[in-house]
């Protein structure tokens, strides 16, 4: 009777043990986030992990749609098989509002890139001159994913930004179309003025398309062209951009240019962010042939890994 009154207690003990380990150990965690001096256990990345798989090749194109806002499923890329295979690396991402951050504070090599798509201006919410705050409002993200949404980054994650504000036309419908535009471009200049993002400043490029009738635009593609290019993008010489909204704003940073239009427009730019990066980028098309956006996004891709 003995010996068994001594084994319940035994598991009994490892039970309530456990179970006060677990919440012991969230409570920490929960302390260590918000401590100013949180100093996060690093972990080991192993370059196995990017090793690719010799029998996927083209299939790579697959999962590149990810910095795309329209996913294109019947996207078969526009170099021949050789290019893919040769691609040595795999890359692991999500999309912003898809992200387990509590995962993430454990394991920071969850993803490799974390990426942000154009916002529509009624979803937009405007809270502070802050991208950075406003677009995890959007996102309905708490102030702790928030702290280690930044922390990942810190530690060398690439947070990958096609960032901006689309409006379709429609947000104040009314048969008076000069007063309804009015009304939109108003909205959508009010919460895309003065911003700025984690300190750095951006610059707004703002698109639009012209309306036929009171349901209908005019859809058309911007051309960049003679392009001016870093190192490690200098196979790139005609780009576009979709105007298949009808009024858009995109943000790019002001330092740190990657590519650049001969007038000046900025394309694509970058800032560090302790270890890590934050990369903006105009949504450029990627899948019409005759224009370089596919290569214009692998370079890119490359450029997030710090790969050659």
Do not use: A, H, P, R
């Given at each position: 009777m003995k010996s068994k009154y001594c084994y319940f207690l035994f598991i009994f003990t490892i039970l309530f043990t456990g179970c006060y380990t677990s919440d012991k150990t969230i409570s920490i965690l929960d302390d260590r986030l918000l401590s100013p001096n949180y100093a996060p256990i690093i972990y080991n990345s192993y370059p196995s992990e990017y090793l690719k798989d010799e029998t996927i090749g083209r299939e790579l194109l697959g999962s590149f749609p990810f910095i795309s806002l329209s996913y294109n499923i019947d996207f078969k890329g526009k170099f021949n098989d050789n290019f893919y295979d040769k691609i040595p690396y795999r890359y692991k991402s999500a999309f912003l509002p898809d992200v387990?951050?509590?995962k993430l504070l454990s394991n920071p090599f969850l993803y490799d890139f974390i990426y942000i798509q154009p916002i529509w201006v009624e979803n937009f919410k405007r809270v502070s001159n802050d991208l950075f705050e406003n677009i995890c409002y959007s996102y309905n993200m708490s102030s702790k994913e928030r702290e280690i949404?930044?922390?990942?980054i810190k530690q060398g994650g690439v947070l990958w930004m096609e960032s901006g504000i689309f409006a379709t036309g429609y947000e104040n419908y009314t048969t008076d179309i000069k007063r309804s535009d009015r009304k939109i471009l108003k909205k959508l200049y009010k919460k895309s003025k003065n911003l700025s993002f984690l300190g750095e400043s951006i610059k707004t490029l703002h698109f639009r398309a012209k309306k036929i009738d009171l349901v209908k635009i005019d859809m058309h593609n911007i051309?960049?062209?003679?392009?001016?290019?870093?190192?490690?993008?200098?196979h790139l010489d005609t780009l576009s951009l979709k105007i298949d909204k009808f009024a858009q704003n995109y943000f790019v940073f002001n330092s740190g240019v990657l590519v650049k239009d001969k007038k000046g427009d900025i394309l694509a730019s970058q800032i560090k962010y302790g270890k890590g990066k934050v990369i903006s980028l105009l949504p450029l098309d990627f899948t019409t042939r005759y224009y370089d956006g596919e290569l214009f996004r692998w370079n890119l891709l490359y450029y997030g890994l710090d790969k050659k």
């Open positions: 387990n951050f509590f949404l930044k922390w990942w051309v960049f062209k003679n392009l001016i290019n870093q190192k490690g993008f200098e």
